[in-house]
């Protein structure tokens, strides 16, 4: 058997809930660490199955993880675990300790670590940031939920690297001393509230990102958002730092004249100008404000900084340009999966024909009714397709119901004048219709650029796998 670790030494036995990414690295971490350790997964045959029982561990699939509870030390839920799951309600019941799989491997192997979270802008926030660090000169590592898992990169790096993690409200939930030397807490929107059971307990999840903190360390929330200086009133140990699209922070990086300025050391530095951005949409300045803040914390050199920020494109299905046809531009932005997300894509351009709709998961799609002023018209799909036709016949908009996401874009086509943007920002996660977000842009710009080789909707659904 395998050493135990010192992070582990009481624990004899582990309870790993979920054979996904996340469940495997945690799997894999305490099989090495020396723990005996039980995997089970409801899914009568879970993917990962044979690369969990190539760890040596028990795996039991089919089942229900709250009835394996006894001589359990530790549970590890998968982040699709809810909060007030039978299993963890138990467990916490019971006196067992519950750790997510970051806080696992922030315990297992610690390093200097900058912690991304919010409702929205996390993968292109944590991109951003890996790229400011690496361009200073560190080993920069992006993990967490934008690929490789937590604990697995955290094993793999160098004891002097940086690890720059994305980390969702169901990680934080279940971390208690994980540690970021600086902390960003992006925005706050209703999201997940099915998983969490309300907005407060959502909140509450977040701000467990500053929990552990202590001198030294940076809590950095978003000045134009009142939620998260809130809860940074609220939560935060630490130093404290912010950033804005509009102003200019006391302690931090913003705009001012056109310019992204940082008042970082007390005097206004310039980092650049907002015309040397191909993207200067709000959402898009927050985030590049909130990687140059990480940055210039952490003492990299502001010349660095800004033509990493010139330089960075956002990754796939992030308000991402398809192509024109006819005058009209077809932009994906399948990752917009809540109402805040939505919103800001809405707000960029100045006529959308909007395509929406999936699961709503239990958020007020009403509150969209504010951000359509733009919308001339909207395609609508999914399980909430009817919620959303409802919300835009508040807002005086016509909404035509779509069967496919071919048929959407078609009908979108025809809605559309010369000089508008058919958008697509769901404002809802994607699993009612598609593999995920990804599968779901993807499946729009295969029918978007058939618009411009004059291939029928019927024509390009027949060719998907």
Known sequence: MAERHPALRDVGRALVIGTGRSGLAATRALVDAGVEVLVVDEAAEPAGAADVRATGAELRAGEDPADHLAGVDLVVPSPGVPEHARVLVAAVDAGRRVWSEPELGARLHPRRLVAVTGTNGKTSVTELTTAVLAAGGLDAVACGNIGTPFTE????????????????SFQLRFCSELRPEVGLLLNLAPDHLDWHGGFEAYGAAKARLWQAQRAGDW?????????????????????????SAVAVPDHGVGV??????????????????????????????ANLAAAATTGLLLDLPAGRISEVLVDFRPGRHRVEHVVEVDGVAYVDDSKATNTHAAAAALAS???????????????????LADALERVT??????????ELAAVCASAGVEAQHAGSMEDAVVAAARL?????????????????MFRDYADRGERFAAAARALASGRTSGEVAHDRP
């Open 153 to 168: 990169a955290a094993a793999a790096s160098a004891p002097d690297a940086v690890l720059v993690a994305e980390l969702s």
């Open 219 to 243: 809590a950095v929330h978003n000045d134009d958002d009142a939620t998260t200086v809130a809860l940074a009133d609220a939560s935060a140990p630490a130093g404290r730092a912010a950033f």
């Open 256 to 285: 001012r004249d056109g310019m992204l300025v940082s008042s970082i050391g007390g005097s206004i530095e310039r980092l650049l100008s907002l015309d040397e951005l191909p993207l200067r949409a709000p959402h898009h300045v």
């Open 349 to 367: 351009f100045d006529r959308v024909v909007w395509i929406a709709g999936g699961i709503a998961k239990g958020v007020d799609l009403s509150v």
């Open 377 to 386: 018209a909207a395609v609508v799909i999914g399980e909430a397709a009817d």
């Open 416 to 432: 559309a004048h010369p000089g508008d943007t058919v958008l697509l920002a769901p404002a809802c996660s994607s699993f009612d």
